[in-house]
T-cell receptor
Framework: AQKITQTQPGMFVQEKEAVTLDCTYD???????LFWYKQPSSGEMIFLIY??????QNATEGRYSLNFQKARKSANLVISASQLGDSAMYFC???????????FGEGTQLTVNP | NAGVTQTPKFQVLKTGQSMTLQCAQD?????MSWYRQDPGMGLRLIHY???????DQGEVPNGYNVSRSTTEDFPLRLLSAAPSQTSVYFC?????????????FGPGTRLTVL
């Protein structure tokens, strides 16, 4: 069974600084996908970034990058130059090999302080 | 494109009542799913479908029924609501493309069962 672990229930960062949100996963599949979603206080789920298990380069999308360490089974999200609007809940998720089902972690509540 | 739409946005039920949460997508996605979100538990998969006429159970299916008569619609039925079903419900859809299949989420339905 797949499992996603986010060990940081809450994180705080100063505006304009970088922050890393941790995500580790457990799977016996060789092919899988890893996602990060942002959920602001308004409640919608916003897709941020995707990493395929066979991708050789770490994924980047603007200020978001994914630090993918396959041997360690970790897929940490790095947000550079934090903004007040980055304050939200962040979820790590994994897609199974044989379908499109996503398994989510419990989330990390990020607060950006001015 | 409207993307993924959900109705209603809010609903209050009494224990034992039944209701249907509606979900529709206009992206011709094969895969559709329902999640529930409870505090501290991330999103958990209730039911999913890989195409019209095909549904399967997720992690927490008890108390919920689904059907998929068309590609566009994937309603979730609560046959006899219980207070334990108080939650926020998200519908999501995606392609079955194995290389990258971002799941698009609806805005959510906040359900309270008294």
């Amino acid at each position: 069974a797949q499992k996603i672990t986010q060990t940081q229930p809450g994180m705080f960062v100063q505006e304009k600084e970088a922050v890393t949100l941790d995500c580790t996963y457990d799977t016996s599949d060789q092919s899988y996908g890893l996602f990060w979603y942002k959920q602001p206080s308004s409640g919608e789920m916003i897709f941020l970034i995707y990493q395929g298990s066979y991708d050789e380069q770490n994924a980047t999308e603007g200020r978001y990058s994914l630090n993918f360490q396959k041997a360690r089974k970790s897929a940490n999200l790095v947000i550079s130059a934090s903004q007040l609007g980055d304050s939200a809940m962040y979820f790590c998720a994994m897609r199974e090999t044989s379908g499109s089902r996503l398994t989510f972690g419990e989330g990390t509540q990020l607060t950006v302080n001015p | 494109n409207a993307g993924v739409t959900q109705t209603p946005k809010f609903q209050v039920l009494k224990t034992g009542q039944s209701m249907t949460l509606q979900c529709a997508q206009d992206m011709n996605h094969e895969y559709m799913s329902w999640y529930r979100q409870d505090p501290g538990m991330g999103l958990r998969l209730i039911h999913y479908s890989v195409g019209a006429g095909i549904t399967d159970q997720g992690e927490v299916p008890n108390g919920y029924n689904v059907s998929r008569s068309t590609t566009e619609d994937f309603p979730l039925r609560l046959l006899s609501a219980a207070p334990s079903q108080t939650s926020v419900y998200f519908c999501a859809s995606s392609t079955m493309d194995r290389t990258f299949n971002e799941q698009f989420f609806g805005p959510g339905t906040r359900l309270t069962v008294l």
